[in-house]
């Protein structure tokens, strides 16, 4: 299984998730650029960095949404493939449909770039097995568009499916029910504004995005 990390003009954290791959999993991702139409056979699992794609120009991650390799993602998504977004890629997943909502102008408009306390909310997912459910634990974030927003209607239906996999112990962007993190109706597809790739080494000042990583690996082995 080989894990892929998709690079746009404008992408920043692109080596940092190929780099914690390649700690936690003890094997090199694969950089896909932008601009290719397929996707390498050996893909198991996709991760979209955060960063400025496109210099943000239109709306974050509306033009990466809709680059060219962004449909083979998208195909393999539907076929259950599991898929990471981080920050700009969280942007990217909502500006493609494959997650519900938006992610809005910081409410305070500034932005704000600190380690932030997380509660996992649901700890039976693909990504996040590895915690417990409750657990507090410290991402950092950096982004200006981290406001996530959707009609009631949806974040009532993500309560209910036990969509929402983080939320913010302390809410500073405005996103509504202080969402920092969902799961798509099929599970398969993660999209949270915190960065786990910037906490896997004791480096970084914790640790305690290696969970995830770590969690996504397992639940690719085969049984
Ligand atoms: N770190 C990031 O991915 C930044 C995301 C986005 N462009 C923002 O600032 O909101």
Partial sequence: MTAGVVIFPGSNCDRDMLVAIERVLGRPAVPIWHADTQLPDTLGLIAIPGGFSYGDYLRSGAMAARSPVMRAVSEVAHKGM????????????????????????????????????????????????????????????????????????????????????????????????????????????????????????????????RTLFQSMFDALQPA
């Fill in 82 to 209: 599991p898929v990471l977004g981080v920050c700009n890629g969280f942007q990217i997943l909502t500006e493609m449909g494959l997650l519900p909502g938006a992610l809005l102008r910081n409410a305070g408009t500034n932005f704000i770039c600190r380690d932030a306390e997380l509660i996992v909310e649901n700890a039976r997912t693909p990504f996040t097995h590895g915690y417990t459910a409750g657990q507090r634990i410290t991402i950092p974030v950096a982004h200006h568009d981290g406001n996530y927003f959707a009609d009631d209607a949806t974040l009532d239906l993500l309560e209910n499916e036990g969509r929402v996999v983080f939320r913010y112990a302390d809410n500073r962007n405005g996103s509504a029910r202080d969402i920092a993190g969902i799961v798509s109706a099929a599970g398969n597809v993660l999209g949270m504004m915190p960065h786990p790739e910037r906490a896997i080494d004791a480096a970084h000042g914790g640790t305690d995005g």
